[in-house]
């Protein structure tokens, strides 16, 4: 089965940096769409930033500028580099991973366990 196990939270001070990974494991084609998301306690869970198959990236209002999504797809892995942070990043941050199973079709959403990161005034 396919599984995304995240990594690189804890706690930071605010303006300092943070980053975090998620490895996919498992048996598939490829990796499509990945993406982030965070939530805190008693809000929605909210997109964080995203990026595509070929490398498109979009990203929250709130983070532009200070976060960057990238991937390694030799490595089956998302990054978040969280720069600046600030309290209201703290959160539990969540990776997602549209997967193609075969050259010709076949997909499933699988989401990471969330890793939590405290931003710290």
């Known amino acids: 089965q396919v599984q995304l196990v995240e990594s690189g939270g804890g706690l930071v001070q605010a303006g300092g940096s943070l980053r975090l990974s998620c490895a996919a494991s498992g048996s598939f084609y490829s990796m499509n769409d990945m993406g982030w998301y965070r939530q805190a306690p008693g809000n929605q869970r909210e997109l964080v930033a995203t990026?595509?198959?070929?490398?498109?990236?979009n990203y929250a209002d709130s983070v532009k500028g200070r976060f960057t999504i990238s991937r390694d797809n030799a490595k089956k892995t998302v990054y978040l580099q969280m720069n600046s942070l600030e309290p209201e990043d703290t959160a539990v941050y969540y990776c997602?991973?549209?997967?193609?199973?075969?050259?010709?079709?076949?997909?499933?959403?699988?989401w990471g366990q969330g890793t939590q990161v405290t931003v710290s005034s």
């Open positions: 990026i595509t198959r070929g490398g498109s990236t």
């Open positions: 997602n991973c549209r997967v193609l199973f075969t050259w010709y079709g076949g997909e499933s959403t699988y």
